[in-house]
C-alpha cells in the first residue's frame, strides 16, 4: 500500500451504493462504531424508498441517486432536507466532497468506475467492493492511487484477507495468493447435469447472502475468475502467482504463501462487516460486537481442487488476466449481459460460460488501454454478447 497510513481517529465516510447489500452492512458498521466511522454521504442506484430511510437513520447530509427519474421522486419525498444530486455527475460529486476521507465504492456494474478515479485525483482514499473497477481498470486505477498518494482498500473478503496477511510485505516475498472458493451450490454437481440446473438452484449461496448477480457468478465461478484479475492488479503480482482452492465452509478467507514456505491465512465467520470494519479502521483494529468464530462448533475446514473443466471460468479469467488490456473488461461485460439473461430465464446455465468465451475469441485485444479505450471494450462486449444470444 502506498500513501498515508496514519490512523484517522474517525473516517468521514461517502457510501456509493448503499442500498445494496454491501451498502446495508457498512451502514451496520457505521452503528457499531460511531467512534471511528461517520457516514456523511449516500448514493443509490434507483431506491428511492430505501435511501430515503437510510438518510433519515444516518442523518447524512448528502444524497445521490443515478437513476434521474427516481431522484427526482427521492428529492420530493425528502423535500429538499438533504443535499441531492443525481446521475454520475452526482456521484462524481459526493465522491469528490472536500470533507470525505474515504469512499466505499459498492456499485454494481461500471457506473462506480468514473467516480471512484474523481475520488483518487481529490485526494481521497477508497474502498473497493466493485469488482469492474479493478478488473476494468485495475492498472488505471492503481496509478492513479499511486500518483495522488492514497490508499485503495480492498473490501472483498478475499482480497481484505490477502491485505490483512501482506500487511505492507514486499511482493518480492510472496510466492502465491491463495484466495478461497466456496464453490458455489454447484461444487459437487456431476457435469452432465450443469446444463439442466434452474435459477432457483443457482440462486441458493451454500455460505453468504449477497446480490443475485453475484450469486450467480458465485455459481459459474466467475466470482472468483473476476477476484484472480481483482487480485492481480491489487498487489500488483502476475496471474501465475494467482491461485484458487475451494473451500466449502468459507471460513477461510483467502491465504499468502511467502517464500520461505510460511502461509497465512486470515479467518472470520462469514459477515461482510469483518472486511469493511478493517478497510475503514486500517491500520488499526478496534473491537466490535460481531461474532466470534466458534472452532469447536465448526468442526473442520476442507478444501479441494476446483474443477476447471466443467467451470471454465477460471481458465477464462486466468487467459483474460495474463493478457490484460481490454480483454478483461469483454469477459466482465459478456458475463453482465449473460448473467442479466440467465436472471430473467432466458438462458441456460452453461451459456453463460460459452458467451462470455465467445465474446473474448471475437475481441480484438488493445493493449495498455485508455479509459475510453476500456469503456469503448465494454460497450463492444454487450452488443457482442447480445447478439451471440440473439443468434442461438
Ligand atoms: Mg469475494
Redesign the pocket.
Known amino acids: 500500500m502506498n500513501g498515508k497510513t496514519q490512523a484517522i481517529k474517525q473516517k468521514k465516510l461517502v457510501v456509493l451504493g448503499s442500498t445494496g447489500s454491501i451498502g446495508e452492512s457498512a451502514l451496520k458498521v457505521a452503528r457499531d462504531l460511531p467512534e471511528h466511522m461517520r457516514l456523511i454521504a449516500l448514493a443509490a442506484n434507483r431506491s428511492a424508498d430505501k435511501l430515503t430511510q437510510q438518510v433519515k437513520d444516518t442523518g447524512v447530509q448528502h444524497a445521490c441517486l443515478y437513476d434521474e427519474a427516481a431522484c427526482k421522486e427521492f428529492e420530493s419525498m425528502t423535500g429538499g432536507s438533504v443535499a441531492t444530486c443525481c446521475g454520475e455527475e452526482g456521484l462524481i460529486e459526493l465522491a469528490t466532497l472536500p470533507e470525505a476521507d474515504m469512499v466505499l465504492i459498492a456499485i454494481v456494474g461500471t457506473a462506480g468506475l468514473r467516480p471512484a478515479l474523481a475520488a483518487i485525483e481529490a485526494g481521497k482514499d477508497i474502498a473497493v467492493a466493485s469488482?469492474e473497477i479493478l478488473v476494468m481498470a485495475g492498472e488505471t486505477v492503481m496509478k492513479a492511487a499511486r500518483k495522488y498518494g492514497v490508499n485503495v482498500l480492498p473490501v472483498?473478503?478475499?482480497?481484505n484477507a490477502i491485505f490483512q496477511c501482506l500487511e505492507n510485505r514486499k511482493v518480492s516475498e510472496v510466492t502465491r495468493l491463495i484466495l478461497t472458493a466456496s464453490g458455489g451450490p454447484f461444487r459437487e454437481l456431476p457435469a452432465s447435469e450443469l446444463g439442466d440446473v434452474t435459477l432457483q438452484q443457482a440462486l441458493k449461496h451454500p455460505t453468504?447472502e449477497m446480490g443475485q448477480k453475484?450469486t450467480i457468478d458465485s455459481a459459474t465461478l466467475f466470482?472468483?475468475g473476476l477476484?484472480m484479475i481483482e487480485a492481480r492488479w491489487l498487489f500488483d503480482v502476475e496471474m501465475d502467482r494467482v491461485d484458487v482452492i475451494v473451500h466449502p465452509q468459507s471460513i477461510v478467507h483467502s491465504m499468502v504463501e511467502f517464500v520461505d514456505g510460511s502461509i497465512l491465512a486470515q479467518l472470520s465467520t462469514t459477515d461482510m462487516c469483518f472486511p469493511i470494519q478493517y478497510a475503514v479502521t486500517w491500520p488499526e483494529r478496534v473491537p466490535n460486537t460481531l461474532p466470534p468464530l466458534d472452532f469447536a462448533a465448526l468442526g473442520k475446514l476442507e478444501f479441494e481442487k476446483p474443477r476447471f473443466d466443467d467451470f471454465p471460468a477460471l481458465n477464462l479469467a486466468n487467459q483474460a488476466g495474463r493478457e490484460g488490456g481490454t480483454l478483461p473488461a469483454v469477459l466482465n461485460a459478456a458475463n453482465e449481459i449473460a448473467v442479466e439473461k440467465f436472471l430473467a430465464g432466458a438462458l441456460s446455465f452453461p451459456k453463460i460460460w460459452q458467451t462470455v468465451e465467445e465474446a473474448m475469441m471475437a475481441h480484438q485485444n488493445v493493449s495498455e488501454p485508455s479509459l475510453e479505450q476500456i469503456l469503448e471494450a465494454d460497450q463492444w462486449a454487450r452488443r457482442q454478447a447480445e447478439s451471440f444470444l440473439n443468434n442461438a
Open positions: 469488482k472483498d473478503s478475499e482480497h453468504w453475484i466470482n472468483k477476484e
